[in-house]
């Protein structure tokens, strides 16, 4: 995979040429809508390549049913499960920096989405940390994912929370998979309105 420049201002290419475009252009788009993972790659250039679509709301929306219907038959098949969750464990940590290989950083959408989970009340901040720790020991290789959309702290623990005294995998990837999603909608709708108002 060819990283973005990271000096360029990032943009969407127009929806109709992604079929003709180069996989590095792909790739590359794809990890604008979504946290960079070769196994989204892997199952998303095939879907880009053969079918055509009239908006990336369609295309994003075409990609969540497939990892739902991934999500409903890898029950049995400890190979699809590790797939599927290296896609939904590639989100960053809520209110905590994205630690990869090569200390990589969040992403520029991720630090915007975040931005209002970060720094504050210390006590917060440290119980945040410990939800963190306990969803993923409630459900080994996946990470909490939510569609933040402004929401404080305070939400977003309580939702935490929920989820893991509800204690149900198969609903977890549901959920991580459709705030994936939304993420994705969220940063298309943003990146094309800054390439509109850039013209």
């Given at each position: ?23 590095t ?69 809520l ?51 939510v ?38 909608k ?14």
């Amino acid at each position: 995979m060819s990283p973005l420049n990271p000096t360029a201002t990032p943009f969407l290419p127009a929806i109709s040429s992604l079929p003709t475009l180069p996989d590095t252009t792909l790739t590359s788009t794809l990890d604008l809508l979504f946290e960079p993972t070769s196994e989204l790659h892997s199952l998303a250039l095939p879907t880009i390549r053969t079918c055509s679509f009239a908006s990336y709301d369609e295309l994003i929306d075409t990609l969540r049913g497939q990892l739902l219907t991934i999500a409903s038959q890898v029950q049995d098949d400890s190979e699809g499960k590790k797939k599927l969750h290296q896609v939904l464990g590639s989100h960053p940590r809520l209110g905590a920096p994205k630690v990869k290989q090569e200390d990589e950083e969040l992403s520029e959408q991720s630090k915007n989405e975040q931005k209002q989970l970060r720094g504050g009340d210390e006590n917060e901040a440290m119980r945040l940390a410990e939800l963190n720790e306990e969803y993923e020991k409630a459900f080994p290789g996946l990470r909490y994912v939510v569609f933040v959309n402004g929401r404080g702290r305070g939400v977003i623990m309580e939702d935490m929370e929920r989820r893991i005294k509800r204690g149900d995998i198969r609903e977890e990837e549901k959920e991580g998979i459709q705030a994936m999603c939304d993420i994705a909608k969220d940063r298309a709708r943003k990146l094309l309105k800054s390439a509109e108002e850039a013209v």
